[in-house]
């Protein structure tokens, strides 16, 4: 129900822009959020974005990458600027329909497949 796009190959420095469309039902009540794993860490909270546009970000985003979402379009995103090697990772989307204001990966009731975002040095 969650599909997350817009991963790639980028240089450090560069930008990304992901995706996450949403189908089979609306989560336009819900927060949204986007986290990541890298192999062999644990999944990490990156951002989330309230029904009402209230967002909160991980220290290691803050001022670099930018959530939003689309509610008549069902589609959320993450504008990632100044990539670092370290943002490398599998990158998921996530929906909270309690809205529970957690950063938590349990408290998320529905996820994406994921997206790959590669950071080259």
């Known amino acids: 129900q969650l599909q997350a796009s817009g991963g790639g190959l980028v240089q450090a420095g560069g930008s990304l822009r992901l995706s996450c469309a949403a189908s089979?039902?609306?989560?336009?009540?819900?927060?949204l959020a986007w986290f990541r794993q890298a192999p062999g860490k644990e999944r990490e909270f990156v951002a989330r974005?309230?029904?009402?546009?209230?967002?909160y970000y991980a220290d290691s985003v803050k001022g670099r990458f930018t959530i939003s979402r689309d509610n008549p379009k069902n589609t959320m995103y993450l504008q990632m600027n100044s990539l670092k090697p370290e943002d490398t990772a599998g990158y998921y989307c996530?929906?909270?329909?309690?809205?529970?204001?957690?950063?938590?990966?349990?408290?998320?009731?529905?996820w994406g497949q994921g997206t790959q975002v590669t950071v080259s040095s």
């Open positions: 996530a929906a909270d329909i309690l809205n529970r204001q957690s950063i938590r990966p349990d408290d998320y009731d529905y």
């Open positions: 089979g039902r609306t989560f336009s009540r819900g927060t």
């Open positions: 974005i309230t029904w009402l546009a209230t967002t």
